[in-house]
């Protein structure tokens, strides 16, 4: 990022939500490659690694210390209750606390069947939580709660890139469109363009490298890109 004239500059607090659950994958190598470009630069950086944490994608009771109506469990009622009287347990409220604190948000993943892998999506599920993030009079998209923050998706794919945007699997905006405007827009956040690494597995590894340089100029030039959605 230069210095001049850059609109991001503001921008130090880098949040990086990475859900592989092999530590020597190449996705794990775009997270890492991320963590040492922005700490290079001076920013902070958080990292939540669902795997290596254990993270339970599953929302339920076990959410809360405490429920409004232990007779009919009703999730997103719940968590505005727990929003609003701080019964969240320990592990969500660090997770929120961390959105919070970010300027920056990167979903780091791999695509598994046209979408998250599970144990990120549950954490969408469970931190971008009703009364959080939205609802209970909070506004959404163009007006929602985190305007003030820029997300972006990190994704390898396992097909190759001929494979979409007219090949048979599809177009990749619209497989992205839940998330980029359904989760990060809906939340209020600027959106950029994701970064897609298409079929590692199929790649030498002189191709890998070239893709980690591809990334890291990506990262660099992360001032210019211009959104896909802005608030």
């Known amino acids: 990022m230069s210095n001049k004239n850059n609109k991001y500059l503001h921008m130090k607090n880098i949040l990086i939500i990475h859900a592989h659950p092999e530590e020597q994958s190449f996705c ?21 690694d669902l795997y290596s944490m254990g ?9 809360f210390i405490k429920l409004d109506n232990p007779e009919f469990f009703k999730y997103q009622m719940e968590q505005v209750n727990a929003f609003t009287n701080n019964f ?15 300027d920056v948000l990167i979903f ?9 892998p599970s144990i990120l999506k549950g954490w969408v599920d469970k931190v971008f939580a009703m009364g959080f993030v939205y609802g209970n009079g909070k506004g959404v998209y163009e ?25 048979k699997n599809g177009n990749m905006e ?20 994701p970064f897609i690494s298409y079929s590692p597995a199929r790649k030498t590894e002189e191709e890998l490298k070239i893709e ?20």
């Open 55 to 63: 993270f339970n994608p599953v929302g339920g009771k076990n959410d």
């Open 108 to 116: 780091n993943f791999p695509m598994w069947w046209f979408g998250l």
């Open 212 to 231: 980690l340089n591809r990334y890291v100029n990506y990262l660099k030039d992360f001032d210019n890109h211009v959104p896909i959605y802005k608030s």
């Open 28 to 48: 794990s190598s775009l997270r890492h490659t991320a963590t040492k470009h922005f700490k290079t630069l001076g920013y902070q950086v958080k990292e939540s």
């Open 174 to 193: 619209n497989i992205l469109f839940p998330i980029n405007h359904g989760m990060f827009y809906f939340a209020g956040m600027t959106v950029l363009p």
């Open 88 to 102: 969240f347990v320990d592990e969500l409220k660090i997770e929120m606390d961390k959105l919070l604190w970010c």
């Open 143 to 167: 007006n929602g709660t985190f305007k003030d923050k820029t997300a972006l998706i990190t994704m390898t794919t396992g097909g190759p890139e001929i494979a979409y945007n007219g090949g």
